[in-house]
């Protein structure tokens, strides 16, 4: 299939930013003369035709923005949606919800589906099995606003909202410390997430101020409630078992918790649990967790609100921010 010709091809042909062709296209007179007329002559060389959906897209606003996130039932992404309904709907926005079950052909399809319905923007935290990014580009090519939340790319011409990973889990692991641990395993997510790298570091600092040696055998690849149970029973039997656990999110904490009742350990006397996020599971469960909030809610709302000051702004010629918010350790029983 032949490819078809976008506007980052000529940007990247011409080494400029792909606002600058987009406007070079349009005769904007902002644009130099020989810029213009080396896009304009590089486009027809190309076989270049303007996209129908970007140009209706541009001329006519739907109000409706897209949200992709990779589960709805996950409660921090609950929490997440009901930030950015909140401010969504107080700028007169509706809000379409997509969910990959962590599929990037899901995700594929998903992101059709909100160009095919002519959102104004959108809204995404990739699934943890996308590497694949092109069909966000596609988003970008028709000048349609991307803010990521959660989970970030720097790669593509989109904002993003995103927690400190790295101090949460670094101040998660501290704590364990502080309570005489020294043998604490990460459960971690994905090392190709940037979050999965910046908990990791986050994690690896804490040991090593603390004269700890960091040890790769300690870092699990394990970020779901199941795998926790299955990878546990053989790590909390072992004789040189950790003396507590630091999980990426809490469900994969509280599995672990389950395993270690079941072998019989106490908690927090044989063994301590950190988990991240803050859900309504870490102070349901017994014991309750402690847990790195990730202010959730808040963070839809700064997400929402970037998005739609970009969408009103209608310029698609500015250079992508990336926000970070802070986390705040939370002190339960499991510690």
């Known amino acids: 299939m032949k490819h078809q010709v976008t506007i980052k091809d000529i940007a990247n042909?011409?080494?400029v930013s792909i606002s600058t062709v987009s406007r070079a296209l349009k005769d904007h007179p902002d644009i130099s003369v020989k810029t213009r007329e080396a896009v304009q002559e590089l486009a027809k060389i190309l076989g270049?035709?303007?996209?129908?959906?970007?140009?209706?897209?541009?001329?006519?606003?739907?109000?409706?923005?897209?949200?992709?996130?990779?589960?709805?039932?996950?409660?921090?992404?609950?929490?997440?949606?009901?930030?950015?309904?909140?401010?969504?709907?107080?700028?007169?926005?509706?809000v379409m919800v997509f969910q990959s079950n962590e599929s990037y052909l899901r995700e594929v399809l998903n992101t059709q589906?909100?160009?095919?319905?002519?959102?104004?923007?959108?809204?995404?935290s990739f699934s943890k099995n996308t590497h694949d990014f092109s069909h966000f580009q596609q988003l970008v090519d028709n000048e349609i606003p991307l803010v990521f939340f959660d989970r970030e790319r720097d790669d593509l011409?989109?904002?993003?909202?995103?927690?400190?990973?790295?101090?949460?889990?670094?101040?998660?692991?501290?704590?364990?410390?502080?309570?005489?641990?020294?043998?604490?395993?990460?459960?971690?997510?994905?090392?190709?997430?940037?979050?999965?790298?910046?908990?990791?570091?986050?994690?690896?600092?804490?040991?090593?101020?603390?004269?700890?040696?960091?040890?790769?055998?300690?870092?699990?690849?394990c970020?779901?409630?199941?795998?926790?149970?299955?990878?546990?029973?053989?790590?909390?039997k072992k004789h040189?078992?950790?003396d507590a656990i630091f999980a990426v999110n809490d469900l994969t904490a509280i599995g672990a918790m389950k395993v270690a009742k079941q072998l019989g350990l106490r908690i927090p006397?044989?063994?301590?649990?950190?988990?991240?996020?803050?859900?309504?599971?870490?102070?349901?469960?017994?014991?309750?967790?402690?847990?790195?909030?990730q202010?959730?809610?808040?963070?839809?709302?700064?997400?929402?609100?970037?998005?739609?000051?970009?969408?009103?702004a209608d310029n698609f010629d500015y250079k992508p921010e990336r926000h970070t918010l802070k986390t705040k350790l939370i002190v339960r029983s499991s510690c």
């Open 295 to 312: 202010f959730g809610f808040e963070l839809g709302k700064k997400a929402t609100e970037i998005l739609i000051n970009r969408i009103k």
């Open 269 to 293: 006397e044989d063994i301590r649990f950190v988990g991240f996020e803050n859900s309504r599971s870490s102070w349901i469960c017994e014991p309750e967790l402690t847990t790195v909030d």
């Open 223 to 236: 970020d779901t409630f199941g795998d926790a149970e299955k990878i546990s029973r053989s790590i909390l």
């Open 240 to 242: 040189d078992r950790p």
């Open 113 to 124: 589906t909100l160009l095919a319905n002519r959102v104004d923007g959108v809204l995404a």
């Open 157 to 221: 011409h989109a904002d993003s909202v995103i927690v400190d990973d790295y101090t949460g889990a670094y101040n998660a692991v501290s704590h364990l410390i502080s309570k005489g641990c020294t043998k604490i395993a990460f459960y971690s997510a994905p090392q190709h997430l940037v979050l999965g790298k910046n908990r990791l570091e986050g994690y690896k600092a804490a040991l090593e101020e603390n004269g700890i040696t960091f040890t790769p055998d300690q870092v699990y690849s």
């Open 48 to 94: 270049y035709k303007p996209n129908l959906i970007a140009l209706n897209l541009k001329h006519s606003r739907t109000n409706t923005i897209g949200v992709l996130v990779p589960e709805v039932e996950h409660y921090f992404f609950s929490t997440i949606l009901n930030g950015v309904e909140e401010v969504a709907y107080k700028h007169n926005f509706s």
């Open 13 to 15: 042909k011409l080494g």
